[in-house]
């Protein structure tokens, strides 16, 4: 079977191609590097380097793959308050286009891969599939707006599909340059440097290790499950002094953060009710918080050694 990843060179995209290709899955990939790596491109896969807002059909035409994994977005949510325009642009258009490109070419599912920041300020906690979107940030917006035309491609001309969304996902592969908390800190806390706390750090979030989430992906991916949404996190509540807490009793840190200003456009407490992805599809995330910032703190290290 011929699976096409937009976004396959990213954080979390490459890992899921990794473990398509060890499952025997043909992958292609399409990716324009604007955040991904080249050398997280698994070379057993196929790589055009393109940009989802532009000509893509072409690829779609000559590779005819039976299931798409829709990664590619602007994913940085600070980003998206200075540049909406482009977030927009890749998040709405290019959803838009690669929905296009199924319907053209009988792609039989896309799989979406969403974000809890749709939800904005939740209304109540833990936050389940019930709950109304409100999000209070473009990329939010932009990712909220393009489930609605994912949905809208299976009424009106019957894309199967899946719409994931995930927690706040950390791991492997994970890159200062995304400004995510956990990668923030690890590389501070590695360089000597004192990691700065937005707000009073009492905020909290459900924080998903990205090995599991991975794992989870290529491993259902041929699952007859179909047009609906879950939510994929770990389904706990962790404040991010609670993360630094962790990070710095596993690096035996005697300093202690900075506090800074909050950021607008950042709720203030989130997590997410996963019950339903436990039962209907048996999600079981294996890592808790403790050993997946463990797993992560060994990887970075591992990488600055051989850097
Ligand atoms: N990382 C998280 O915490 C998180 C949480 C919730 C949802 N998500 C979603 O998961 C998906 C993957 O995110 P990630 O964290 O791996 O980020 P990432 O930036 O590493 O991955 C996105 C990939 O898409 C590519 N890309 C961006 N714009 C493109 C374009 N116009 N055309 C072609 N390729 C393009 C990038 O080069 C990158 O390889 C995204 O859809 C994101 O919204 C991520």
Redesign the pocket.
Known sequence: MKILV??G?????SQIVDLLIKKDYEVVI???????KKDYINDKAKFYE????KEIDLIFKKEKPEIVIH?????MLRDSLENPIYDAK?NIF?TINVLESCRKHNVKKIIY???IAVIGEPEYLPVDEKHLGKPCSPYGIS?YTAEHYVRAYNQLCGLDYLILR?G??YGPRDDIK?K?VISLFIDCILKNKIPSIFGDGTQTRDFIYVCDLAEFIAENINKNSKNKLFHLAYGEQISVNEIFKILKELCNLKENAKYVQAVKGEVKDIYLDISLAKKELGWNPRHNIKQGLKETLEYVQENLIKT
């Open positions: 937009t976004g060179a990213g954080f979390i995209g399409i990716d324009n590097l604007s955040t991904g393109a940009d989802i807002t990664m590619a977005a602007q994913v890749t290019g891969t969403s974000t990712k995930f706040n996902v995304y995510r």
